[in-house]
């Protein structure tokens, strides 16, 4: 069946990197775009930006330029998610989610979920 | 960016009642419309597209409407695993963006 699933939980410190990984399966990888999604806690859902495999480009929403990259590896399907220079305000629930286009779509399949905590 | 504002941002409703949550665009968004159900420690379940489009699995008693920029999504007879909070979300143009939410809670 189709399925994104994502990394285990993080803990870094200020400062440090991490990479949220994404694996695909059950459908085209190329096909669809990844989409990345924050969810700071108690709070509501954030697009973050998109990778699309057919351009190679990814698309940053405002806020999240510079620490963060989003990148996809084809040839074992999975979708990365690397942030930067960690602070306290990163941490929150990251999830992958595909969508047929970078526009248009919705996102029909999400990942359970990365929780990274900056501590 | 196009800024998603949902009303309520919260509801107590009651099994078997009609509720209705509002979605509203800044500026026109023509039919891309998402609707998405999250429950505590899960990630959100799609829902609808296009405004109206159930997703496969969806129960019928969920419908969506409205055009432009405004937009609403009707349970149309509450069950108990209705209870969850609900985003809408505009994919017009990038960045794509939610609506702050709408919890909806049991009388």
């Known amino acids: 069946q189709v399925q994104l699933v994502q990394s285990g939980s993080e803990v870094r410190k200020p400062g440090a990197s991490v990479k949220v990984s994404c694996k695909a399966s059950g459908y085209r990888f190329t096909r669809f775009a990844m989409n990345w999604v924050r969810q700071a806690p108690g709070q509501g859902l954030e697009w973050m930006g998109c990778?699309?495999?057919?351009?190679?480009?990814?698309t940053y929403a405002q806020g999240f330029t510079g620490r963060f990259v989003f990148s996809l590896d084809t040839s074992v399907t999975t979708a990365y998610l690397q942030i930067s220079s960690l602070k306290a305000e990163d941490t929150a629930m990251y999830y992958c989610?595909?969508?047929?286009?970078?526009?248009?779509?919705?996102?029909?399949?999400w990942g359970q979920g990365t929780t990274v905590t900056v501590s | 960016d196009i800024q998603m504002t949902q009303s309520p941002s919260s509801l107590s409703a009651s099994v078997g009642d009609r509720v209705t949550i509002t979605c509203r665009a800044s500026?026109?968004?023509?039919?891309?419309l998402n609707w998405y159900q999250q429950k505590p420690g899960k990630a959100p379940k799609f829902l609808i597209d296009?405004?109206?489009n159930l997703q496969s699995g969806v129960p019928s008693r969920f419908s969506g409407s409205g055009s432009g920029t405004d937009f609403t999504l009707t349970i149309s007879s509450l069950q108990p695993e209705d209870f969850a909070t609900y985003y809408c979300?505009?994919?017009?143009?990038?960045?794509?963006?939610f609506g702050q939410g709408t919890k909806l809670e049991i009388k």
């Open positions: 500026q026109t968004i023509s039919n891309y």
């Open positions: 979300q505009q994919s017009y143009s990038t960045p794509s963006t």
């Open positions: 296009v405004v109206s």
């Open positions: 989610a595909r969508s047929p286009s970078v526009r248009y779509y919705g996102m029909d399949v």
């Open positions: 990778f699309n495999p057919n351009t190679g480009n990814a």
